[in-house]
């Protein structure tokens, strides 16, 4: 295996790939990056146990300056080959295997030696064949992971809720997630789906994150999905994911759809209030931020008993209903109002011990754009 | 005490003299910064044992939008002050303390109330005369530390070597650091010094570390001594420090003015050839890259059994002298090679067992400017 390449192009790709790399991966072959070298271009695979990303260069663009002397394969450790590359002296680098798998990285007069590991030890990527398969506007996509991304489970003991839960069909395509605290759903048209029956999925949290930071904004993504595998196409990059097993919770019965107090407010504005907020609540034993909504004004506080406390009256569009005091964390209201950048919100409340939801101003009857959060029951309230 | 301020100006004077704060400092009035407003405008401090920051806020200044209502002084904790002030609504900002040392901080709607704690209980800063005083270009101090800071050790150990030593007199300032393993030196002319006697003082390498970052280098720095502390001001900051006691070593005798090998190299293509060798050094059991130096080539390597090896020839300006293989520690060439940015230096060697010295290749027989650095023996040199 022998070829050359410009630098800039290589590490590009690369580093899109590493991202599904871990370290501390298991699998000793997993913490390596695998090349390969055939006869259209070069693939570069990274991989852990939930997610694998390729990016292929193809020889036929010549702004690569991909020359391939011969083919083959190798797996090269993720981090140093990395490192390496990236400190090369010029944009050309050169690449060979020599017979026992020690792999020449040369570029000017700086000549590195890697030990190599054999690529037939590299897991297969699974074959996902184009049944079912849909495009999506790659920024309406990033938007939707963007909104639910938020509301993911950290915790392992519900795997389930650890992802992103998607159901498409109809002509739209729908994402929920929840951590039991919170919940974050979206939907976006999609038209090619019109005839097609609902298909149901859920996908680690960890592998639409990934994906959402390497997809090129310019074009669509190819969404294909087998029974326990999904594969994004995003240009030259393959993202596969395995998908999370069991059943997704019906969430629709989670949403009121009634309230008793409402109010108007531009998102970034009170998200700049609840950063302030929280600066002195992060201090105090229990993390929590209180909302006043009286008939004259809405007031924002919190505090900590060793440091101070920090008290607000909210620039509001607009209150309506009845008075209430809640409580609540407000790292989740500060993710959730962020999702909604600097337009309008409203928010509908029920009781101080009802979730809560936030809409969007200019859309609030369709759900499609919804952040859900758990008040907190405090003493008092 | 009650004022008011324009709150850019104001988080500018607080970042430079939370510099000084350790959020870890066992006198507990020390995690805070004390404010005082007073006649003249307002002065802001932090401190910890070995360094104390003040800055001064003029009234005088018409762009520091200063209204002072009440003078008095109040010591307040510094971290969540800080990210208070930052995180207030509009540019300005006003501070008042109530009769039970409770301080309001008002910007637009928000309103913090933090606990503040007397500023009787602050410790005075020493008062320093104008005896011993010397003005010095800012940007020609901060290369001289630059220079020297890479040395200071970090061991508390023998504390006198955690500081930086300065001889004063005679026209010039002269700086040395050493740490045992290697030793920095920079000479600068100070012609208002010109019929003094020589001064010798040790500075702590973390006062002028933070020192360098604060100055302004629009105007000089003037330096004034006692027997046990150093105040800096440039414009309206003041650094003080106490001076580290004991005997520093007499450290000319150490520089060696022989050699039988010498290269000259620009030392940033250096510096990015060691870069690349240390990717593997640090992954060895010991942290070494070797030099050899022959006739027609000079060769740096570095490896790690597990990893894989590298291997660069030097462009090297000129070669004199007998070959040589030597081995060193490639974290304190890199340090000595970068404060010398660009230029071409020269490096002189005796002996695999000698320490080496690098000088300015347009001014290397003055020893004005040097880095010393002590290798080491590895098996088989």
Known sequence: MKFSIKRSVFIQNLVDVQRAISSRSTIPVLTGVKISAHEEGLTLTGSDATISIEAFIPLADDNNQLKIENQGAIVLPSRFFGEIV????????????KPNLQTEIRSEN????????????????????????????????SQLINHT????????????????????????????????HRLSQRIV???????????????????LNELIRIIDSQQDIEMMLTDNQVLFKSG???????????????????????????????????TAAVERALILSHEGKNNVVKLAIEPERVMLSGQSAEIGNVEEELNIVKATGDALNI???????KAALRTFASQDVVINFQSPGHPFIILPADHEDDFKMVQLITPIRTPGV
């Open 110 to 141: 700086a000549e590195f030696t890697l030990n190599g590991t054999n690529a037939d030890e590299y897991p297969r990527l699974p074959e996902i064949n184009n049944e079912k398969s849909f495009s999506i506007p790659s920024e309406l996509f």
């Open 236 to 270: 030259n990059i393959y993202v596969y994911s395995r998908l999370l097993e069991g059943q997704y919770p019906d969430t629709d019965r989670l949403l009121p759809h009634q309230h008793t107090t409402s109010l108007t407010i531009a998102a970034n504005e009170f």
């Open 327 to 333: 409580s609540f964390n407000p790292d989740y209201l």
């Open 189 to 207: 048209p999609l038209s090619a789906t019109e005839n097609q029956d609902e298909i149901s999925v859920t996908i680690p949290g960890r592998s």
């Open 86 to 97: 990236k400190k090369l002296p010029s944009d050309t680098m050169y690449f060979e295997v």
């Open 149 to 180: 991304i938020i509301s993911v489970s950290q915790q392992e003991t519900r795997p389930i809720f650890t992802g992103i839960h998607f159901t498409i069909g109809n002509g739209k395509m729908k994402a929920v997630s929840t951590d039991s």
